[in-house]
């Protein structure tokens, strides 16, 4: 069955840097596009970067446009989020998505940026 495990998540400050990774298993990796998800305390989940099945195209929600770089190697079932220059309002649970007959989640990592 799939299979989505993030992790990467933490406490970092203002301006700092993370890294997420989210390695997938139970499914042909390299035929599907994948997402990051977040969702903050009492708001709505919502998308963060999506990457299609080759990493030839990506999208971003216009908050995290120039800070975050979403990333897939398809030799390792992995995909990253890479965040850059984080604030305040990027703090909240991160998933990792896949639309594969259905939605699939994984657990979440979270994120916190605080001073």
């Known amino acids: 069955q799939v299979r989505l495990v993030e992790s990467g998540g933490g406490l970092v400050q203002p301006g700092g840097s993370l890294r997420l990774s989210c390695a997938a298993s139970?499914?042909?990796?390299?035929?599907?596009?994948m997402s990051w998800y977040r969702q903050a305390p009492g708001k709505e989940r919502e998308l963060v970067a999506r990457i299609t099945n080759y990493g030839k195209g990506t999208d971003y929600a216009d908050s995290v446009k120039g800070r975050f770089t979403i990333s897939r190697d398809n030799a390792k079932n992995t995909i990253y989020l890479q965040m850059n220059s984080l604030k305040d309002e990027d703090t909240g649970v991160y998933y990792c998505y896949l639309s594969r007959y259905g939605a699939n989640w994984g657990q979440g990592t979270q994120v916190t940026v605080s001073s």
């Open positions: 139970g499914f042909t990796f390299s035929s599907y596009a």
